[in-house]
Antibody, heavy 123, light 113 residues
Framework: QVQLQESGPALVKPSETLSLTCTVS??????????WTWIRQPPGKGLEWIGY???????VYNPSLESRVTILMDTSKNHFSLDLTSVGAADTALYYC???????????????WGQGTLVTVSS | DIVMTQSPDSLAVSLGERATINCKSS????????????FAWYQQKPGQPPKLLIS???TRESGVPDRFSGSGSGTDFTLTISSLQAEDVAVYYC?????????FGQGTKLEIK
């Protein structure tokens, strides 16, 4: 059974960097079949797709966050990470990692999700 | 960005009755080369992550009860729950994965009447 688990600080100060890790079990991030994704959800609000990384090194980010986001992969630890720089109150959210797949070329939907981790930006 | 608009924002349905949620995209998510709609539905129960119900507009994920069905093409899509059960209380989200960035609808809250 595929499981994903987010980890990282629950509180980040404004202007600092939010750093999260997603540890994967039951699958390998280097399998090449899937794309490893970050999605966030501000409290009481909807879902925002942040971006994904593939084993090949291909990364795609949401243009609204692209200047501040980096997603990396560590195959030796079977995890991937999210860094979001210069955070502000608007970055307070539940951050989910997910496995994404496509059965047909481009376009990837997320079939397994972590439980999410709440990150609050506050001084 | 492709904007996804769900209707209604909230819905109350009696147990055993049909529930219908709609989603409209600002751009067609049908890829003509393979005739596939790059469109999914997710269910999010309180305190839980979203769960994939349906991909490609109408393909149910393994283990999803057959009372859930998806339909539609191009820009207009529908999620139907044929006979509402108590465990179906949740927020439902649509998503397009046709164009980057992938985008979600604002969510529809489904409750028991």
């Amino acid at each position: 059974q595929v499981q994903l688990q987010e980890s990282g600080p629950a509180l980040v100060k404004p202007s600092e960097t939010l750093s999260l890790t997603c540890t994967v079990s039951g699958d390998s991030v280097s399998s090449g079949t899937y794309y490893w994704t970050w999605i966030r959800q501000p409290p009481g609000k909807g879902l925002e797709w942040i971006g994904y990384i593939h084993y090949s090194g291909n990364t795609v980010y949401n243009p609204s966050l692209e200047s501040r986001v980096t997603i990396l992969m560590d195959t030796s630890k079977n995890h991937f990470s999210l860094d979001l720089t210069s955070v502000g109150a608007a970055d307070t959210a539940l951050y989910y990692c997910a496995r994404s797949r496509s059965d047909s070329g481009f376009g990837r939907y997320s079939d397994y999700w972590g439980q999410g981790t709440l990150v609050t930006v506050s001084s | 960005d492709i904007v996804m608009t769900q209707s209604p924002d909230s819905l109350a349905v009696s147990l055993g009755e049909r529930a219908t949620i709609n989603c409209k995209s600002s751009h067609s998510v049908l890829y003509s080369s393979n005739n596939k709609n790059y469109f999914a539905w997710y269910q999010q129960k309180p305190g839980q992550p979203p769960k994939l119900l349906i991909s490609w507009a109408s393909t149910r994920e393994s283990g999803v009860p057959d009372r859930f069905s998806g339909s539609g093409s191009g820009t207009d899509f529908t999620l139907t729950i044929s006979s509402l059960q108590a465990e179906d209380v949740a927020v439902y989200y649509c998503q397009q994965y046709y164009g980057l960035p992938y985008t979600f609808g604002q969510g529809t809250k489904l409750e028991i009447k």
